[in-house]
């Protein structure tokens, strides 16, 4: 079970939505009750009132003279709760426990003593209830609604273990006791995690809505944008963003999508950059082995040279001690001539 609470400053207006809709949905309805020949039937029926009247015009009017009456400055004079119970949960209870847990909520929440009315919605896959409370009370004071929200879903806990109704999870239990925001109801539908896993991959491997859709189809999906995002199974089950919860709503699908978009595209644009590091490092190291090559070739060049100098010396110096000994052996040869005679 879900209460959402709020308030409202005027009666009129929270009770005319109540009965009828917006004002788009009860001109739609007229039309179609007048095109089919048919008498209108409001959106809402009124399922409990006390102390005001069973038409939103007369209730309006009576809680509005009751505050002139009572407390004419006060502003934000009307409560305005709905009462929300899952779809699987229709038919479970009976009309006597819904009314029940009306009353008991109404004594719950501390306006049991003051006029207030409620109509029920059927407009939807799952039953609720709109509320008018006259801030109000039939004592003149006005009826506190601090910590509302924390009372609501204390109450709301309490009503799913007494009536074994389906309960809520959100984003934090304490956060969910506190306030009561970011609250679902825990899902029993078999197919929401294999669609989430499908939705989670798709996301991952597309860089715009377009592509993302393509994938969810080539997975056997069909999926409408039309109001919100929603998808149909294989099987024909259709389940709609909501149902799946946070973080697959259209919007959340298009930041999610363009997210990963981004975080890829930084991933390549850091793989160029190592890349291009990388071709940059290799050249200067194939720059420095081949500095040490020239290096190398240098030094073995300039011993090849000092070797050659060095044979070249030694030949010369070889043709030298040649040349030397040709001198001296005439020399001899004339003094050993001399002596003969």
């Known amino acids: 079970m879900i209460i959402n609470s709020g308030v409202s400053q005027s009666y009129m207006g929270s009770a005319l939505y109540n009965e009828h809709g917006s004002r788009t949905e009860m001109k739609q309805r007229q039309q179609e009750a007048a095109a089919e020949n048919r008498p209108y039937i409001p959106k809402g029926e009124l399922y409990y009132s006390q102390c005001c009247g069973y038409d939103s015009k007369d209730i309006g009017e009576q809680m509005e003279n009751y505050k002139q009456e009572r407390n004419p400055k006060l502003v934000k004079c009307a409560y305005t709760p709905s009462m929300n119970f899952a779809p699987e949960d229709r038919g479970k209870l009976?009309?006597?426990?819904?009314?029940?847990?009306?009353?008991?909520?109404?004594?719950?929440?501390?306006?049991?003593?003051?006029?207030?009315?409620?109509?029920?919605?059927?407009?939807?896959?799952?039953?609720?209830?709109?509320?008018?409370?006259?801030?109000?009370?039939?004592?003149?004071?006005?009826?506190?609604?601090?910590?509302?929200?924390?009372?609501?879903?204390?109450?709301?806990?309490?009503?799913?273990?007494?009536?074994?109704?389906?309960?809520?999870?959100?984003?934090?239990?304490?956060?969910?006791?506190?306030?009561?925001?970011?609250?679902?109801?825990?899902?029993?539908?078999?197919?929401?995690?294999?669609?989430?896993?499908?939705?989670?991959?798709?996301?991952?491997?597309n860089d715009d809505f377009k592509g993302f859709k393509k994938a969810m189809e080539s997975k056997g999906y069909k999926v409408q944008t039309g109001f919100g995002l929603g998808y149909t199974n294989a099987k024909g089950v259709k389940i709609g963003s909501k149902e799946l919860g946070e973080g697959y709503k259209k919007n959340e699908v298009d930041s999610r999508i363009e997210t990963g978009r981004l975080s890829r595209e930084q991933e390549r644009e850091a793989t160029r950059k190592l890349l291009i590091q990388r071709g940059i490092e290799e050249q200067q190291r194939m720059a420095e082995v081949r500095e040490k090559q020239r290096l190398q070739e240098l030094v073995q060049e300039q011993e090849r040279e000092a070797i050659q100098r060095a044979k070249v010396a030694e030949e010369q110096a070889k043709q030298e001690k040649q040349k030397e000994q040709l001198r001296i052996i005439p020399i001899f040869q004339k003094r050993s001539g001399g002596r003969g005679m």
Not at 147 to 174: A, I, P, T
Request: glycine letters at 6%; one cysteine or more; aromatic letters at 10%.
């Open 94 to 205: 009976s009309e006597e426990q819904k009314l029940g847990i009306i009353l008991e909520f109404a004594e719950h929440m501390g306006f049991a003593q003051n006029q207030y009315c409620v109509h029920r919605h059927d407009d939807k896959a799952h039953e609720h209830f709109h509320f008018v409370v006259n801030r109000i009370g039939f004592d003149g004071k006005t009826w506190d609604d601090g910590f509302s929200k924390r009372r609501v879903n204390e109450f709301s806990r309490k009503m799913e273990l007494k009536y074994d109704l389906r309960q809520v999870v959100g984003k934090s239990r304490e956060r969910l006791k506190q306030t009561g925001k970011d609250e679902n109801f825990v899902s029993q539908n078999p197919y929401l995690a294999p669609l989430r896993k499908d939705i989670d991959e798709a996301i991952l491997q």
